[in-house]
């Protein structure tokens, strides 16, 4: 309901009547609806990490590494409920009385540890620095989400995430073929599955109950 509603147009009584439970249930494990939400935006923090890790310990070079991340993360903004809810409440934090993670640093630094990365091993380009290469690159793929969720609900994500590489790769590999380099990581990853996790109601109370 925040992915679709928002958090103004989300109620206690509207989650209440989806999830079968009793708003008194939901109020003994979050005291207020701020307190929900921030649950929902942490629960969307963390599913990066084991995303990141599972990329970065691949055997693929540097920025095929980047480039398969990238495809990672659009599927779970189009498909995972959880991340697309904690993405519209990040964007409303100023209505949330509540202090909610900070976004973009994790991602900007394991950007940078991948372009110094393909730096080491020749497949940077000459004159590219990392640091500020990372932070134009995840301002375009960020920026690229928002323009596609708002065109067409993210449903051609990935055709717009391929024509954003397509013109990226020009300028950070060292040798261009960002065709070769993209068929690759299309070949060795295949879409993710749709997240194996509980319906949201229970995730968020399970945890909190634990």
């Not at 920026?143 to 020009?170: C, F, K, M, P, Y």
Request: aromatic content about 8%; some cysteine.
């Amino acid at each position: 309901m925040f992915d679709e509603r928002g958090y103004a147009g989300t109620s206690i009584s509207d989650i209440s009547a989806l999830s079968g439970r009793t708003s008194g249930a939901i109020y003994f494990h979050y005291a207020s609806k701020e307190k929900l939400a921030l649950a929902v935006v942490e629960e969307h923090f963390a599913s990066w990490p084991r995303m990141i890790d599972r990329h970065r310990s691949s055997a693929r070079p540097a920025l095929e590494k980047l480039v398969a991340l990238s495809f990672t993360v659009a599927r779970a903004f189009r498909d995972d409920v959880v991340v697309r809810a904690g993405s519209r409440l990040w964007m409303e934090r100023k209505a949330i009385a509540a202090p909610l993670p900070t976004p973009f640093v994790e991602w900007i630094e394991v950007v940078t540890e991948l372009l110094i990365e393909a730096r080491v091993n020749g497949e940077l380009a000459a004159g590219v620095e990392p640091v500020p290469a990372a932070h134009s690159v995840v301002c375009a793929f960020f920026g690229l989400h928002t323009v596609s969720d708002a065109l067409d609900g993210r449903e051609h994500i990935e055709q717009h995430l391929r024509d954003l590489w397509r013109l990226l790769l020009n300028a950070l590999q060292a040798h261009p073929d960002p065709g070769a380099l993209l068929d690759r990581v299309h070949t060795a990853t295949a879409p993710d599955a749709p997240p194996t996790q509980p319906p949201l109601d229970e995730a968020v109370l399970t945890r909190a109950e634990a």
